[in-house]
């Protein structure tokens, strides 16, 4: 069983009387340990296939399911609790509080996952991503390359078994791209399931697969 099935996406929005087809009929699944680049123009609907898999938006037609249970028209709070427990969300310039410290966002992340007050894994997940002298520091204090592999460490806080990327990679230096790539990897090669909405070749060539959005439509993949 795919620990990730999208079945038949359809996503409408409306600005006026105009309809706008944001996806169309979308299926893909994703496996345990695989890593999949999800690419395609400014537009196509790569955003919205994410927010859909994380359940914070809902199909107008289609459905998705998370290791056999479905996250699609569920309440609110059943959404979010399968999100905090199951899915790491990994954006470059949106995973941090800019009033807490790097490793409070950490401990943040994992008491909304209920992972309790230990701190083991906390200085564990600070100390795997180079960031041990950014412990107290805030968001606005550190480096670019910084704040990506913190919020590589606040997606991965809760110990999800799927981590969605959008765009990790847009607004870092080529070296700090290349980490984030190898930490991917990495993770990927340890069972974690990553979709990753990308507009760079490099990290798309590490990739398992490619899926390719072109107005809303999966062309291939």
Same mark, same amino acid.
């Given at each position: ?5 999208? =079945? ?7 600005? #006026?009387?105009? @309809? ?24 196509? #609907? ?7 898999? *994380? ?8 459905? /998705?399911?998370? @290791? ?33 410290? /790097?490793?409070?966002? /950490? ?5 909304? *996952?209920?992972?309790?007050?230990? @701190? ?11 960031? =041990? ?6 968001? =606005? ?33 080529? @070296? ?23 507009? =760079?070749?490099?990290?798309?060539? *590490? ?13 291939? #993949?």
């Amino acid at each position: 069983m795919p620990v990730v099935q999208a =079945s038949n996406l359809y996503r409408f929005f409306h600005s #006026g009387d105009t @309809e706008v087809v944001a996806l169309r009929n979308v299926t893909m699944n994703l496996a345990a340990g695989e890593m999949v680049a999800l690419v395609g123009p400014s537009g196509s #609907g790569k955003s919205t296939l994410l927010n859909l898999l *994380a359940g914070l938006d809902e199909p107008d037609g289609g459905y /998705v399911e998370l @290791e056999g249970t479905r996250v699609s028209r569920r309440p609110e709070t059943v959404r979010a609790s399968i999100r905090a427990q199951k899915i790491g969300i990994f954006m470059q310039s949106a995973n941090l509080f800019d009033h807490l410290s /790097v490793a409070d966002n /950490v401990r943040m992340r994992r008491w909304l *996952a209920n992972k309790g007050p230990n @701190e083991e894994p906390v200085a564990e997940l600070i100390g795997a991503f180079g960031l =041990s002298a950014c412990w107290n520091a805030l968001p =606005s204090e550190i480096s670019g390359g910084e704040a990506a592999r913190a919020g590589l460490a606040v997606a991965l806080a809760g110990e999800p078994r799927v981590l969605l990327c959008d765009e990790p990679t847009a607004e870092v230096d080529t @070296e700090t791209e290349k980490s984030v790539i190898r930490q991917l990897i990495d993770l990927k090669r340890r069972g974690l399931s990553i979709l990753v909405a990308t507009h =760079s070749q490099a990290l798309a060539k *590490a990739a398992d697969r490619i899926l390719q959005l072109q107005d809303g439509g999966l062309i291939h #993949g």
